[in-house]
């Protein structure tokens, strides 16, 4: 069974760079055809998917963060991690990773495997 666990601070600063990492266990991340993505839910409002980076290494962003966010991957320890920068406390949320065997841009309910999700809070 395909399980996730997310990692990294719980409090930044606003203008820092925010990176979390994933670790996968129960499957490895470079079978095909899964993909793997970072999801956040601010408070009171809905997910929102942030990006992907599937099997193959191939990444996809949504066009309202492409510009500051980053995803990659450390096979060896069968991780992805997400880097999101120039943060403000519009950047408050639980950070979600989740993994689908599905190589299409699916919405956050499409996805079959979650973490349990990570506090992030930015504030000085």
């Known amino acids: 069974q395909v399980q996730l666990q997310e990692s990294g601070p719980g409090l930044v600063k606003p203008s820092q760079t925010l990176s979390l990492t994933c670790t996968v266990s129960?499957?490895?991340?470079?079978?095909?055809?899964?993909?793997w993505s970072w999801i956040r839910q601010p408070p009171g409002k809905g997910l929102e998917w942030m990006g992907v980076?599937?099997?193959?290494?191939?990444?996809y962003y949504n066009p309202s963060l492409k510009s500051r966010t980053s995803i990659s991957r450390d096979t060896s320890k069968n991780q992805f991690s997400l880097q999101l920068s120039s943060l403000t406390p519009e950047d408050t949320a639980v950070y979600y990773c989740a993994g689908v065997r599905d190589l299409g841009l699916l919405p956050p309910d499409e996805y079959d495997y979650w973490g349990q999700g990570t506090q992030v809070t930015v504030s000085s």
């Open positions: 980076i599937d099997y193959d290494g191939s990444t």
């Open positions: 129960g499957g490895s991340i470079t079978t095909c055809c899964y993909a």
